[in-house]
C-alpha cells in the first residue's frame, strides 16, 4: 500500500542525490511526500513519488 514506506520527520534524498530533506507527509490526492528542505536561506517544498526518494545516509558519499 502505497504511503507507508516514509513517515513524516524521516530524513530523505532523492535516489539520484541532491539535499537531504525531511518528509512533512504523504499525499493520498497525488500518492507522493510532501518534502521540504532549505537551499541556503530558501525554504523548498515539493511533492516527490515513492520511487524516487529514499531513507538519508551519511554513508552515501
Known sequence: MAGNKFKAGDLVQLKSGGPTMTVEKFMQHNESYRCTWFAGAKHNREDFAEEAI?????DKK
Do not use: T
Open 54 to 58: 529514499e531513507l538519508y545516509s551519511d
